[in-house]
């Protein structure tokens, strides 16, 4: 599959706002957490501020905010705030060579299927969706363990 840096990096940081306590949030912190430069998170912000899915403040407490809680924002309304192009598959004309198909080719139709699917499946998905699947699983309790001896130095015996 293929999505690109701002697609991949855009859904990141929804993820990092959503995920984060409540109150404005620095391009600056955002891009330190996935070293990135902090010009490309202030684009994505810009781009996704436009489209309605972030607020701004400005100042020393400023920063980037959801606009909307992340069960009211669907990754079709990112796709189309930072793709010109919504995100294919890997097939067809490729940089460097790899598998090229076209109307003439017989499983072209199975290819195009499958990244319609993938389209809808990202339209339909909400940045809550994308929060519960990217969350550690919560530690489980497990019974208390035997205490075992500290390793290094053995006791001697007397």
């Not at 999505?3 to 306590?21: H, I, P, Q």
């Not at 699917?117 to 530690?139: H, I, N, W």
Request: proline content about 7%; some cysteine.
């Amino acid at each position: 599959m293929i999505t690109s840096k701002r697609l991949g990096y855009g859904v990141c940081v929804l993820y990092e706002l959503a995920t984060r306590k409540e109150g404005y949030h620095s391009a600056r912190e955002i891009a330190e957490g996935y070293s990135v430069p902090e010009a490309f998170v202030r684009k994505i912000l810009l781009d996704l501020r436009r489209a309605g899915l972030v607020t701004a403040q400005k100042g020393r407490t400023g920063g980037y905010q959801l606009a909307h809680a992340p069960h009211e924002i669907v990754l079709g309304q990112v796709i189309a705030a930072l793709e010109p192009e919504p995100p294919a598959l890997v097939y067809g004309r490729q940089r460097g060579g790899g598998f090229v198909t076209g109307q003439d080719c017989p499983v072209d139709p199975f290819w195009k299927g499958i990244e319609e699917a993938f389209t809808q499946a990202l339209a339909a998905s909400t940045l809550a969706d994308v929060v519960e699947r990217s969350r550690p699983p919560a530690k489980k309790r497990t019974p208390a363990a035997k205490k075992t001896p500290a390793r290094g130095r053995k006791k001697s015996r007397r």
